[in-house]
């Protein structure tokens, strides 16, 4: 194993909104086809042979501050989203996970989530995890809290990582699309030693042949991690 195995892809999907609006169309045409790239990337990574999870940005702490009908939008695709794609999660042996404050989501949603997740669950040959109004922050916080209500007086990072609502190694690769260069608060425990690649890429548009071109630039990379060269 070298130091660039990649075994934990991360992604913040962003510029679904700036696609639709380059095309004069609303943002919510730029949402349904950001949903079709992830299938796409999903079914990548399932045939790669190091990749144990990807795990997708959808939705955000933050993005409740965005008009009520993009955010019903949202709920609805997502939904939509987990209905058509269980043959595929079967086809390919994909397992779903969510993870976030789920709870916050409608019954017919959150029972629409748990359901993807059971019939999934003994799926080996990739973990698709969907950050669903998730926030680092927000994460880490309730980790402290566990460990707190555990009664504990001091905690380890060993504590920490183990009380996180994510059982997954840390991100090796962390991608993000539309230009932005910022986390805009996702995985920050986990992205602490992540390779990072910005796209201009907008969503909707991007790519396996793209995705293939940054995974051999993550390969070339010298993963140090504080050590000397
Ligand atoms: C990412 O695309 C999707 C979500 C955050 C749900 P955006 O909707 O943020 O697209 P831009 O950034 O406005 O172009
Ligand atoms: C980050 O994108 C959240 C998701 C991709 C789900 P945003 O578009 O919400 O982030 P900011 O507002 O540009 O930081
Ligand atoms: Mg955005």
Redesign the pocket.
């Not at 913040?12 to 609006?21: P, S, T």
């Given at each position: 194993m070298t130091d660039t195995t990649l075994k934990h892809l991360a992604i913040?999907?962003?510029?679904?909104?700036?696609?639709?609006?380059e095309r004069g169309l609303k943002?919510t045409k730029?949402?349904e086809a950001?949903a079709e790239t992830i299938r796409d990337i999903t079914t990548y990574c399932a045939d790669h042979s190091s990749i144990e999870t990807v795990t997708f940005?959808?939705?955000?702490t933050e993005?409740w501050k965005?008009p009520k009908f993009?955010v019903e939008f949202?709920m609805k695709l997502l939904d939509q989203y987990l209905k058509n794609e269980l043959p595929t999660y079967q086809k390919h042996n994909i397992r779903f996970q969510a993870i976030g404050c789920i709870d916050h989501f409608s019954k017919a949603l959150q029972k629409r989530i748990k359901e993807s997740e059971e019939r999934t669950k003994t799926n080996s040959s990739l973990t698709q995890v969907l950050a669903l109004n998730y926030g680092g922050r927000a994460e880490i916080t309730q980790a402290v809290n566990k460990l707190i209500a555990e009664g504990k007086k001091s905690v380890s990072q060993e504590d920490i990582s183990a009380a996180l609502q994510t059982p997954y190694s840390d991100i090796d690769l962390l991608i993000r699309t539309?230009g932005?260069v910022r986390l805009s608060n996702f995985l920050l425990w986990q992205v602490s030693y992540s390779e990072l690649y910005f796209t201009p890429t907008?969503?909707p548009d991007f790519t396996t042949e793209e995705l293939d071109k940054i995974l051999k630039d993550f390969e070339k990379r010298h993963r140090r991690f504080g050590g000397a060269v």
């Open positions: 913040i999907m962003d510029g679904n909104g700036r696609w639709a609006k943002r730029g949402h950001g940005y959808a939705f955000s993005n965005r993009e949202l539309s932005e907008l969503w």
